[in-house]
């Protein structure tokens, strides 16, 4: 599989980037620049009503997008009925689009926990970047499971993705992270 948005990168069980231990990457834009995507399955101990005004009252977890510009907020959707203007990366999943109308569907419970996903910063990677880390194994290209993706179960995405895939993919999933202390 090549690597174009609307991609789920798996990492390998052994990658020892403390930034993607065990992470499933979904890649939102992928251009002669590089890479953009965000960590499915790294949950903050922040909820979106603490992080944005607007969103007073709302307990949804923040999930940690990945190391670059920490300081933004984004989100994935499969909503395109309500929230307009977002990008389709991968079949019925959406990539940001009306902030406000997105908010006030979730005040009006329009929309529920497991069809939006908030994250602070995202995953990058520059220019040929990412294809090199593909070539070194670093990682596992597969096709995202929308229900998986944005399962409720987040510490779950990884594992159930790579048992998804099945044979020596499913096995990994019992691997030490660290096998030196197996």
């Avoid at 970047?129 to 995202?144: C, Y």
């Avoid at 990884?158 to 993919?169: A, N, T």
Wanted: glycine share 10%; net charge negative.
């Amino acid at each position: 599989m090549e690597l174009n948005k609307g991609i789920l990168l798996l990492s390998d069980p052994f990658l020892k980037d403390p930034n993607f231990i065990r992470t499933a990457v979904l890649i939102c834009d992928h251009n002669e620049e590089g890479d953009i995507g965000f960590i499915l399955n790294k949950k903050t101990d922040q909820i979106l009503g603490d992080v944005v005004e607007i969103a007073d009252g709302l307990t949804l977890p923040v999930f940690e997008g990945g190391p670059v510009e920490q300081q933004t907020l984004h989100f994935i959707h499969r909503r395109p009925d309500i929230i307009t203007e977002g990008i389709e990366i991968s079949t019925g999943i959406y990539w940001g689009g009306d902030f406000d109308v997105a908010i006030a569907a979730l005040h009006n419970k329009e929309i529920t926990d497991s069809q939006i996903r908030f994250f602070i910063g995202y995953s990058g990677w520059s220019s040929g970047q990412l294809q090199e880390e593909v070539e070194e194994k670093s990682w596992i290209i597969t096709t995202p499971d929308v229900g998986i993706s944005f399962s409720l179960e987040a510490e779950q995405i990884w594992k159930r993705s790579m048992q998804q895939l099945g044979g020596e993919y499913a096995q990994m999933t019992n691997y030490p992270i660290d096998p030196q202390l197996n």
